[in-house]
């Protein structure tokens, strides 16, 4: 019987002749997609044997450079650790000439940079739930800006001007005269996430000039919804480049205007793929209220995963879509944890808290185990907000950039779910980064305190 890999190569090497180029790609703890390109001749060792990378790509800042402390460097001699192809992400690059691409990752026994592979880590809990009866059904909505690469270029940050469009200052949420201006680029998005085969669905124009979400279709296997977010994010930059423009995904590219979120939609299905969340009541079930009352309880615990940058944490502000406790509620867009409406047999819950720059791994991976972890203690999330639920007297997030690594440090169930060793690793690098970040003297500090102080 033909092994599945290679039938996926041979079938992608048949298809695609003229292919010049292929991209092997990696999604470090950051969320930034590093590899190599490569010949397509090159492809059958990978595919066989796998890929050699240096352990220290797994403890890069966003910046690209080493963190020593993560342990993944001179301790170990920057030792090779061997990538394996992810199934069914072979594909054609459609707004590249004559270039594929394929995402890799590591595997339990690939070497010590594994301990720190965010997607190894969604797979794991998703395995730990699965052993007790839980089969995660996940999908994600990604927010972005799209702004003027021209403009970028000289300094400015502004939202793209779209070609025959006005320039747009106004808010005008949920615009069609938006969806016509980018009218372009958007086919050319649905046509390349077609030719890939991910599954982008409704495009609505969001709450600030030239900011978008496509869905994402909900997928019954966790790890397959969040590969192709992953690959969507890169298509989405990738034909936005193409236009003349820059696809933002920063949680807060504009003091006055609107962030941008990663909202992640979940429920529990059983092994016949039967909806345990399902319920007449629009609350939900008991399962439902212990999976929130976990993502409530460990919330300030992963609140380094959900807002990994300074800059996440200049999202989170009253009335503007992005929640500040650990609230939930039906129907209800001011709470972190919304039930949507829908009929009973849809029943599940959204996570409002991450930020568009998460890592979607990472992100997905932190959600799911705290729902296990509400599910097994069976955790009360206490009662559903109603009404304005940024005027709750719940105590709120953590909304300070060293408080979160702190806590994130010191708990006892991102150890018990993501592995000391990874804890360690993704800590290091991020403290690095907030250390070198608070560390430089802006414009701000000028403009406030040059003569004030």
């Known amino acids: ?9 041979d079938t992608f090497l048949k298809k695609y002749p003229d292919i010049e180029l292929v991209h092997v790609i990696l999604t470090d703890p950051v969320g930034i997609q590093r590899g190599k390109g ?3 001749h090159e492809l059958k060792a990978i595919f066989e044997q796998g890929r050699a990378f240096p352990s220290s790509i797994f403890s890069l800042t966003v910046l690209g450079e080493d963190v020593e402390e993560a342990g993944l460097l001179w301790d170990i001699g920057d030792q090779d650790c061997f990538a394996h192809p992810i199934p069914g992400t072979l594909k054609r690059t459609a707004w590249l000439e004559k270039t594929g691409q394929v995402y890799l990752a590591f595997r339990p026994d690939s070497g010590p940079a ?5 997607r190894l880590r969604l797979s794991d809990i998703s395995e730990r739930m699965k052993k007790d009866g839980l089969y995660p059904v996940l999908a994600i909505e990604l927010e972005f800006y799209l702004l003027d690469k021209a403009a970028a270029r000289d300094g400015r940050i502004v939202p793209a001007l779209a070609p025959g469009g006005l320039y747009n200052d106004q808010v005008q949420v949920y615009s069609i005269q938006e969806l016509d201006d980018f009218d372009p680029f958007l086919r050319e998005l649905y046509a390349a996430c077609d030719a890939q085969n991910l599954p982008a669905e409704s495009v609505i124009s969001e709450y600030a000039p030239g ?6 279709t909900h997928r019954a296997d966790a790890l397959q919804a969040v590969d192709e977010a992953i690959q969507y994010k890169r298509l989405v930059k990738g034909v936005a480049e193409k236009h003349g423009m820059i696809a933002c995904f920063m949680a807060k590219p504009f003091t006055a205007n609107a962030g941008s979120g990663m909202h992640i939609h979940l429920s529990l299905n059983d ?3 039967n909806n345990q969340f399902a319920s007449e009541a629009a609350a939900g079930n008991d399962l439902l209220r212990h999976a929130i009352g976990g993502m409530a309880s460990t919330i300030n615990d992963s609140m380094a995963i959900f807002a990994p940058n300074a800059n996440s944490y200049r999202r989170f502000r009253r009335n503007t879509y992005a929640p500040v406790a650990p609230t939930w509620g039906v129907n209800n867009r001011t709470v972190s944890f919304r039930i949507p ?3 009973p047999k849809s029943r ?4 409002r808290i991450c930020g568009a720059d998460a890592n979607p791994y990472l992100a997905a991976a932190a959600v799911l185990a705290a729902m296990h972890h509400g599910i097994k203690t069976k955790s009360d999330p206490g009662p559903a907000t109603t009404g304005n639920g940024y005027a709750t007297k719940v105590e709120g997030l953590t909304l300070n950039w060293f408080d979160a690594l702190d806590a994130f440090e010191e708990s006892k ?4 779910y993501f592995g000391a060793d990874f804890v360690k690793i993704f800590s290091a690098v991020k403290r690095a980064e907030c250390e070198r970040f608070f560390a430089e003297v802006t414009d701000l500090d000028h403009r406030w305190h040059l003569r004030t102080a």
């Open 348 to 351: 599940h819950v959204e996570h």
């Open 211 to 216: 900011q978008m979400e496509i869905t994402l």
């Open 341 to 343: 409406a829908g009929p």
């Open 413 to 416: 169930f991102i150890v018990d």
């Open 114 to 118: 594994a301990a720190a592979d965010p």
């Open 271 to 273: 092994a016949k793929g």
């Open 1 to 9: 019987m033909l092994d599945p890999k290679q039938n996926e190569l």
């Open 38 to 40: 490569v010949r397509p």
